[in-house]
C-alpha cells in the first residue's frame, strides 16, 4: 500500500493524540526471580538454566526478594501505593520460549498502582499517570533459522535458549496521556528517558535499550476534538530513544492517514523498524489469546511489610529531575544550556567527566559537540559513542596541560571513538604532541623567516598583523603541532616587533 | 527366618539395627516378591534393582561403621511415579514423559534416601494422577491383591496395591482428591494425608498445586507415621510449604496403640453416613463406630452443610490448575514428541505430541479446566468453586470447635470390578466423594482398615485440623488396636 503520508502540522491541527506507554525493566538482581540462576547478559545458550526456570515437570517457584525490593522501590519512586496485599498470576499461552507456556506474572493485583512521573518537555512539566508496577519473569529467547524474514513463520528450524527465561522483569504502564497535542512524540521520548533515568538512579537495571533490558510498547491512537478516543494500536520493537519518539510519530502519521481515507483504526500490534522509521502490522489484538489468568497456585501471597516499605521509602535516592536541578546550579548553566544537555542525553555523562577532574565548561564542551555531532551523523546515542567520561577527562587534562591544542583533542578524540586507545596512548602512538621544545620551534621560525624576507619586513616595520602568515608556515612545517599561540610571540621576538 | 516381606517397616528397621538381617537381604527378598507376583498385580512401572541393592549396600556400609541410622534405615519402599528420582525413568502414568529420566530428586526421595530407606522402583497410577482406579495409566491397570479382576483404587493404586502384595513395607503416595486414602481403603491399607504444605511438593510433577499432597502409605498406621515424620517439614524450594515442625505423629500413633481414646471427641460427618455409601460399607463404618465407642471416644454427629459441593467445586478447581500445570508438556524440552519431521510448524508438532501423549481422561479435565478459566466464564466456574472452598473451610472449622476429628467412611463403595466405571466419569468420580473436602481445606486425612464388606476391606476416614495431623494418627492407631490388620487371600 503506498500513501501519502499528510504532513505532521496538518495531522496534530485536524486530530488530537492519545498515548500510553509499557515499559518492560529487565532488574538487575545478581539471580533469576524463581530460582537460583544468575541474570548475567550472554553466556553460551541454555547454560544458566536449571529445573525451575527450564519449567521441568515437579519444579516449583520460590520467589526472588530481593526483585521484590526493587519493584517496591520503583513503585515508590513513582509515587506508587504499595500493595498490602497482592499475588502473582499465571498467563497461559504457547509459545516455545516459554518453558512452563504460562508467564509468572502479575494480572488484577499488582504490587503497585497509582503513581506519577513528572517530566520536562520543552520548559513545561507534564504529570504522567502511572497505572501500575508489576513483577514478572522474562521468557527466554527464540531463533527462527532457515525463514526470509528471521520470523517463526517460513524457517525450517527454531532455536531456543533459555538463559533469559526467568530473569526477573518489571512492567510499569502509564496511563492514557491525552492533552498532549503535537508534543506527543516528544512527551512520550521524554516519559521513557526519564523513566530510564529514574531507574539507574535507584540502581535496580542497567537499563540498557539495545541489550533489551529496556523494552518499550508504545500505545498511539487519533480522535477528533470533542469526540471519543480512537481505537489505539500497539506499537513494539521500540529499541532506542529516539525511536520512542519516531514511532509515536509515525504512527500518528499513519492512522490519520487512515482516518483522513474514511478508513477505521485496526485495534492490533504493530511492530516499528528501526531502519523505515515506519510500522508494520502484527497480530490482531481482535482475535488475542486469551491468557486465561488466574492466581498462580503455586506462590504464597506477597504482602510486603509497612514497615519495610517505610524503611525503603525514607532512603530513596534523589530523584534526577531534582538532582538535574542541583547539577544546573553547581555547573553554572542557563535553562536554555541545560536542556540542550538534557536532549542530547549527556547529564550523566558530564556530572561523570567533572567527577574525573574536568571543569563543567570543558566537559560540556566535548559531549555536546565534537561528541554530540558524531552520535547524530552515527545515529547512535551520546551514551555508546565509544568514549567515556574517564577518557573525556584524560583528553582534556592533556590540553590543560598544554600538550594538545584543540585541533590536535580533537583528532585524539577520533582515535578514542575508534576505540584505538586512550588519549595519552593515542597522543604518543599517532604522535600528536604539541612542540613544544622551543629549540625546534625557533629553528622552524627562523627558517620562516628567511623563506619570507618581504613578509618579514612588514613586521619589522609595525605591521603585526602580517605574522599570520608566518604562523601560518610555522603551523604548516610543524605539521599543526606546535601552539599557534607560542609560535606567534617567538616571530614577534625574533623580528624585535 | 520368617518371611522378611510379611514384616512391617518397624520390625524391618529392628531387625536391621540389631544385625540380625541385613538391607541387601531384606532388599533381596522384596525383589524376589515383586519378580513372583507383580505380572498378576502391575503395581510396578520400574523397579530398579541395581539402584535399590545399590542403596541397600550402603545403609549396611553405615551401620557397620557405626553410624547411627534413623527408624527407617533398610527398610524397602515404592514410590508412587508422580515423584521426580534422579536419573531414573518419571512417566507420571503417561505416554507424554515416557522414558524421561530427570535430572534431579523431589524433596521427598531426598528425604526417603537420607533416612536410609532403599527405593525398589516407582508404581504405578492414573495417568497424571487423575483418576480413581489406576484403570488410566497408560501402561495398563494395576490389579487388587484382594482380587485381581478388580480395581486396587486410584490415583495411587500401584503404591496401595505392592503394599497389600506385600511387594513393598512403605509407599508414598499423593493425594489431590483422595489418591493416597481410596487406594489405602480398598486395599485394606492405611494412607495418609497430611496437611497441605507439610510435605514438600518439589519434584511431584503437578496435576492440581494447590491440592496435590504427598503422603506416607504403609501396612500399619505407625509405620505410616514414622514415614510422614521422615518426609515432612518444611522445603525452601516449596514455598506453599509451612515452615513449621512435623507434628508428632510417631509419638500419637504410640499413644493411640495402647487403645484409649478417652476425652477423645469424635464428629460423624452426617452427610457421609447416609445415603451414597453402599450398605456393606455403612455396615463396616457403624460398627468401626461403636469400636470407637468403646474405646472411650465421645461421638457426636456433625452437619457440614456444603461438604456436597465439594465434589463439584473440586471438578473445576483441580482440572483448572491441571490446564496450566499440563502444558508445558509439549515436545519441546523433554518427554515424547510427535511428528517432527522437518515439514510440520511447531505448533503442529506441539498438537500432535500432546494428541498423542495424554488420554482420553486428561484431555478431558485440561478441556474443562481451560474453560472454566476462560475470559467470561472465570468468575461463575473457577471463582464460584473457590467461594465454595472458602465455605467448606468453614464448615470444617466449625466442626473443628466441637470435636477433635471428623470421621467418615473412606470411600462409598469397596474395590469395584475392573472396567465397571470407566465409561461413566462421574460414577468413577464418586470415589472421591468423602475425601475430597479434606483436600479442599487443606487438613489432614487418614484411612485405616475398619472391616470388610464381602470379603473386601472398608476404609474408615479421620480428618483432622490443619497441621493437627497427630490426631488423626491417634484415632486411627486407636481402631488398628481394637480391630486388627487384614490380610488379603494368597496371590
Known amino acids: 500500500m503506498t500513501t501519502t503520508l499528510p504532513a505532521y502540522d496538518e495531522v496534530v491541527a485536524r486530530y488530537e493524540p492519545v498515548i500510553g506507554l509499557e515499559t518492560h525493566v529487565e532488574l538487575g538482581t545478581n539471580t533469576k526471580m524463581f530460582c537460583g540462576c544468575p541474570t548475567d547478559f550472554g553466556g553460551e545458550p541454555n547454560t544458566r538454566v536449571c529445573p525451575v526456570c527450564l519449567g521441568l515437570p515437579g519444579s516449583l517457584p520460590v520467589a526472588n526478594k530481593a526483585a521484590i525490593e526493587a519493584t517496591i522501590r520503583i513503585g515508590l519512586a513513582l509515587n506508587c501505593s504499595i500493595a498490602e496485599w497482592c499475588r502473582f498470576a499465571r498467563k497461559n499461552y504457547f509459545y516455545p520460549d516459554m518453558p512452563k507456556n504460562f508467564q509468572i506474572s502479575q494480572y488484577d493485583e499488582p504490587l503497585c498502582v497509582d503513581g506519577y512521573l513528572d517530566v520536562e518537555v520543552n520548559g513545561e512539566m507534564v504529570r504522567i499517570g502511572i497505572e501500575r508496577v508489576h513483577l514478572e519473569e522474562d521468557t527466554g529467547k527464540t531463533l527462527h533459522v532457515g525463514g526470509a524474514t528471521g520470523r517463526i513463520h517460513g524457517a525450517t528450524e527454531s532455536l531456543v535458549d533459555y538463559n533469559r527465561a526467568g530473569i526477573p522483569l518489571v512492567e510499569i504502564v502509564t496511563k492514557p496521556i491525552p492533552g498532549i497535542g503535537a508534543l506527543a512524540p516528544e512527551v512520550a521520548r521524554a516519559y521513557v528517558t526519564e523513566l530510564r533515568d529514574v531507574l539507574r538512579s535507584l540502581g535496580v537495571s542497567d537499563v540498557r535499550m539495545e541489550e533489551g533490558s529496556l523494552r518499550c510498547d508504545v500505545n498511539t491512537s487519533l480522535n477528533l476534538p470533542g469526540e471519543e478516543w480512537g481505537t489505539r494500536t500497539e506499537t ?15 504512527e500518528m502519521l499513519r492512522q490519520a492517514a487512515v482516518l483522513d481515507a474514511g478508513g477505521r483504526i485496526t485495534q492490533e500490534t504493530r511492530h516499528f523498524h528501526e531502519d523505515t522509521g515506519d510500522t508494520t502490522p502484527g497480530r490482531s489484538k481482535e482475535t488475542a489469546t486469551d491468557y486465561r489468568y488466574f492466581p498462580e497456585p503455586d506462590l504464597v501471597p506477597l504482602a510486603p511489610d509497612p514497615v519495610w516499605v517505610a524503611e525503603l521509602k525514607a532512603v530513596l535516592p534523589e530523584l534526577p529531575r531534582l538532582h538535574r536541578r542541583r547539577l544546573q546550579e553547581a555547573w553554572g548553566l542557563s535553562d536554555l544550556d541545560m536542556q540542550s544537555v538534557l536532549n542530547a542525553g549527556a547529564v550523566e555523562l558530564i556530572e561523570q567527566t567533572i567527577a574525573a577532574g574536568t571543569s563543567p565548561a570543558a566537559a560540556r564542551k566535548w559531549w555536546l559537540g565534537e561528541l554530540s555531532r558524531r552520535a547524530n551523523e552515527t545515529g547512535v546515542e551520546l551514551a555508546d559513542i565509544g568514549a567515556t567520561p574517564t577518557q573525556v577527562a584524560e583528553l582534556q587534562s592533556l590540553v590543560d596541560a598544554g600538550k594538545l591544542n584543540d585541533k590536535l583533542a580533537r583528532t585524539v578524540l577520533e582515535g578514542v ?30 627558517e620562516a623567516i628567511a623563506a619570507n624576507p618581504e613578509i618579514a619586513d612588514k613586521i619589522r616595520s609595525g605591521k603585526v598583523a602580517a605574522a599570520g602568515a608566518l604562523v601560518g608556515a610555522v603551523m604548516k612545517t610543524t605539521r599543526g603541532q606546535a601552539d599557534a599561540k607560542t609560535v606567534r610571540e617567538l616571530i614577534l621576538a625574533r623580528l624585535g616587533a | 527366618m520368617t518371611d522378611l516381606t510379611r514384616m512391617t517397616a518397624t520390625q524391618i528397621a529392628g531387625l536391621v539395627a540389631a544385625g540380625e538381617t541385613s538391607a541387601v537381604e531384606v532388599t533381596q527378598a522384596h525383589l524376589d516378591r515383586i519378580a513372583a507376583v507383580d505380572d498378576r498385580v502391575n503395581a510396578f512401572l520400574h523397579v530398579d534393582t541395581e539402584g535399590a541393592l545399590a542403596a541397600a549396600q550402603q545403609v549396611d556400609a553405615r551401620r557397620a561403621a557405626g553410624e547411627a541410622l534413623g527408624p527407617l534405615a533398610g527398610v524397602p519402599i515404592a514410590v508412587k511415579d508422580v515423584l521426580t528420582t534422579k536419573g531414573v525413568p518419571t512417566t507420571v502414568g503417561s505416554k507424554i514423559l515416557e522414558g524421561w529420566r530427570p535430572p534431579y530428586d523431589s524433596t521427598i526421595v531426598q528425604r526417603l534416601r537420607a533416612a536410609g530407606t532403599v527405593m525398589l522402583g516407582k508404581t504405578n497410577m492414573d495417568e497424571f494422577a487423575m483418576g480413581s482406579s489406576t484403570e488410566y495409566s497408560a501402561y495398563g491397570p494395576t490389579r487388587n491383591p484382594w482380587d485381581t479382576d478388580r480395581i486396587p483404587g486410584g490415583s495411587g493404586g500401584g503404591s496401595a496395591a505392592a503394599l497389600a502384595a506385600y511387594e513393598a513395607p512403605l509407599a508414598i503416595g499423593s493425594d489431590t482428591g483422595g489418591s493416597i486414602r481410596q487406594p489405602g481403603a480398598v486395599t485394606g491399607t492405611v494412607g495418609a ?34 514415614l510422614h515424620e521422615a518426609i515432612g517439614g518444611h522445603d525452601p524450594r516449596d514455598s506453599t510449604s509451612i515452615p513449621a515442625p512435623v507434628p508428632d505423629v510417631v ?3 504410640k499413644l493411640g496403640a495402647t487403645g484409649d481414646l478417652t476425652g477423645v471427641r469424635l464428629g460423624v460427618v452426617t452427610e457421609f453416613a447416609g445415603e451414597g455409601a453402599e450398605p456393606g460399607v455403612l455396615a463396616a463404618f457403624n460398627e468401626a463406630v461403636d469400636t470407637l465407642t468403646k474405646l472411650g471416644a465421645e461421638i457426636v454427629e456433625v452437619s457440614c452443610p456444603h461438604f456436597k459441593y465439594a465434589l463439584p467445586a473440586y471438578y473445576l478447581i483441580a482440572p483448572s490448575e491441571c490446564s496450566s500445570n499440563l502444558a508445558r508438556f509439549d515436545g519441546v524440552r523433554f518427554g515424547l514428541r510427535v511428528g517432527d519431521d522437518g515439514n510440520r510448524s511447531l505448533e503442529e508438532v506441539m498438537s500432535l505430541t500432546r494428541e498423542a501423549g495424554f488420554g482420553a481422561e486428561v484431555k478431558r479435565r485440561i478441556m474443562i479446566g481451560t474453560y472454566a478459566l476462560s475470559s467470561g466464564y472465570y468468575d461463575a466456574y473457577y471463582g464460584q468453586a473457590q467461594k465454595v472452598r472458602t465455605l467448606i473451610t468453614r464448615d470444617f472449622t466449625a466442626a473443628f470447635e466441637r470435636v477433635d476429628a471428623l470421621i467418615s467412611p473412606t470411600t462409598p463403595f469397596v474395590a469395584f470390578p475392573l472396567g465397571a466405571r470407566t465409561s461413566d466419569p462421574y460414577q468413577m468420580y464418586l470415589a472421591d466423594l468423602f475425601t475430597i473436602p479434606t483436600n479442599l481445606y487443606g487438613g489432614p486425612g487418614i484411612s485405616v482398615p475398619c472391616g470388610l464388606s464381602d470379603g473386601l476391606p472398608v476404609g474408615l476416614q479421620v480428618m483432622a485440623p490443619t497441621m493437627a495431623d497427630d490426631r488423626m494418627y491417634r484415632v486411627a492407631a486407636a481402631l488398628e488396636s481394637a480391630v486388627g490388620t487384614f490380610t488379603p487371600p494368597a496371590l
Not at chain 1, 421 to 434: A, D, H, Y
Not at chain 2, 209 to 218: E, K, N, R, W
Open chain 1, 417 to 446: 571513538v575508534a576505540g584505538e586507545g586512550s588519549p595519552t596512548e593515542i597522543m604518543t602512538n599517532r604522535g600528536l604532541e604539541v612542540v613544544s621544545d622551543t629549540g625546534a620551534l625557533t629553528a622552524a621560525v627562523d
Open chain 2, 193 to 226: 494425608k497430611p496437611t497441605y504444605g507439610g510435605t514438600s511438593r518439589y519434584g511431584l510433577v503437578a496435576f492440581s498445586s494447590s491440592l496435590d499432597t504427598p503422603g506416607p502409605c504403609a501396612r500399619t498406621v505407625l509405620d505410616a507415621a514414622l
Open chain 2, 251 to 253: 509419638a500419637a500413633a
Open chain 1, 236 to 250: 513494539k520493537n521500540v529499541n532506542s530513544l529516539r525511536s520512542v519518539e519516531r514511532a509515536v510519530r509515525s
